[in-house]
């Protein structure tokens, strides 16, 4: 998303706010076809399309990144890039069947701004602003879904998921409890349901280090705590 789309949308005093767009009953393909309408903030505009998430419906893990990027916004699904297939290879080592899994983003839009050279499309991370009006989406994911484990992918899937005052440098690695509000709530539960946060580095940040192997060695082992907290 450009500068100028920014302004333009800040002008115009639109609400950045998905809520209307979500559909008021049925399961993740409702929700799915539903997201592909989404202009809940400006980053509609420019990208392909909505990059909803994909994976089990039943899966007892979700992995949640930040947005989607190049590759991912042109072939409209998540983690279809060099970053998915390093978190796939490390969660294979960690014992975790990505078959078993549900993939998504914290934010459905590819955000960018353009090389000053050729037309490459640069990865820009989302405003506070946008993250917030995607926030109904993983939710209903969440809640449909209903995974024992979520893993955040990340500092900016970290704030949507434990709130502003998350660093990924401090908290990841452990188990914390998923907010109350992303819990669908079972029958007889008193909590409002079930669900554990375990924060890691993005797969991308990774593939970006100095010091690739020791990052990846620690990714491998914080999905090994989700995959502990699943057996």
Known sequence: ?????????EKAGQDYDATPYLPRRGGLPAHRRAAADCQGCPLFLEASG???????????????????GDQED????PFVGPAGHLLRKAMGEAGLDERQA???????????????????????P?????????????????HLVDPDVVVALGATAGKALLGRSFRVTKDR??????PAGDRPRSPGSAD????????????????????????????????????????
């Open 1 to 9: 998303m450009t500068a100028k789309t920014e302004r333009d949308a």
């Open 74 to 77: 042109r072939a409209g699904e």
């Open 192 to 231: 409002g349901g079930k669900g554990l946060v375990v924060a890691t580095l993005h797969p991308a940040a990774i593939l970006r280090s100095t010091e690739r192997e020791t990052a990846y060695a620690g990714l491998v082992s914080d999905l090994g705590v989700a995959a502990e907290a699943l057996r």
């Open 173 to 178: 690695g452990t188990l914390i409890p998923l």
């Open 50 to 68: 909505t990059v909803f998430g994909s994976g089990s419906a039943s899966a007892r893990i979700v992995l949640v990144g930040e947005q989607p």
């Open 102 to 124: 549900y993939f998504t983003n914290a934010v459905k839009h590819f955000k960018f701004t353009l090389a000053e050279r050729g037309k490459r499309r640069i990865h820009k």
């Open 126 to 142: 989302p405003s506070l602003r946008e993250l917030t009006a995607c926030r109904p989406w993983l939710t209903a994911e969440l």
